[in-house]
T-cell receptor
Framework: AAGVIQSPRHLIKEKRETATLKCYPI?????VYWYQQGPGQDPQFLIS???????DKGSIPDRFSAQQFSDYHSELNMSSLELGDSALYFC?????????FGPGTRLTVT | AQKITQTQPGMFVQEKEAVTLDCTYD???????LFWYKQPSSGEMIFLIY??????QNATEGRYSLNFQKARKSANLVISASQLGDSAMYFC??????????????FGTGTRLLVSP
């Protein structure tokens, strides 16, 4: 069965640079969620989209923005990167209730 | 606000034995969903099992079952016949009202399970 695809899988950036993370949900799933998991922590909700519209927003810094496109893929844009942004970023998709996670993008900011 | 509590930072179990991972929750929502995810050392988050707050029966998926006690606000995960590959971090999570369709997950701090031969 098709799963959630995230790219890139690993990303190394320097402070103050920008990064773009991409997410391709499971086909026919209409909701996309982004989560951030810091080292040794549980995942924290950032933002979600339903049918290409932002549906909910969590503790997402103003330096971050996201959108969902007509083909339902989503991108998380991160600017002015800080050392504290180093984390595993997950995208998840759902149709009804269960959320299926992608493999994550591991972002390292140096 | 929703809150998930996992009080066991780590658990040890021998292969082929059953193990219960504890999860309690707090919410003022009339309906909600409860989830368990497995995160191996490789990092991916693997969906294991789901329980809706209005489901009359406890959810089961293969070797996984969810012991849902609504009055006690607990949703413990039971893994039967543990396997070496079950060694991982396990997260309990909850979502908001089932009729909203927009259900961010709130996670607990996780329990690290180690299965020994």
């Amino acid at each position: 069965a098709a799963g959630v695809i995230q790219s890139p899988r690993h990303l190394i950036k320097e402070k103050r640079e920008t990064a773009t993370l991409k997410c391709y949900p499971i086909p026919r799933h209409d909701t996309v969620y982004w989560y951030q998991q810091g080292p040794g922590q549980d995942p924290q909700f950032l933002i979600s989209f339903y049918e290409k519209m932002q549906s909910d927003k969590g503790s997402i810094p103003d330096r971050f923005s996201a959108q969902q496109f007509s083909d339902y893929h989503s991108e998380l844009n991160m600017s002015s990167l800080e050392l504290g942004d180093s984390a595993l970023y997950f995208c998840a998709s759902s149709l009804v209730r269960e959320q299926y996670f992608g493999p994550g993008t591991r972002l390292t900011v140096t | 606000a929703q809150k998930i509590t996992q009080t066991q930072p780590g658990m040890f179990v021998q292969e082929k034995e059953a193990v219960t991972l504890d999860c309690t929750y707090d919410t003022s929502d009339p309906s909600y969903g409860l989830f368990w995810y497995k995160q191996p050392s490789s990092g991916e988050m693997i969906f294991l099992i789901y329980q809706g707050s209005y489901d009359q029966q406890n959810a089961t998926e293969g070797r996984y079952s969810l012991n849902f006690q609504k009055a006690r606000k607990s949703a413990n995960l039971v893994i039967s016949a543990s396997q070496l590959g079950d060694s991982a971090m396990y997260f309990c999570a909850m979502s908001g009202p089932e009729n909203t369709g927009f259900q961010k997950l709130v996670f607990g701090t996780g329990t690290r399970l180690l299965v020994s031969p």
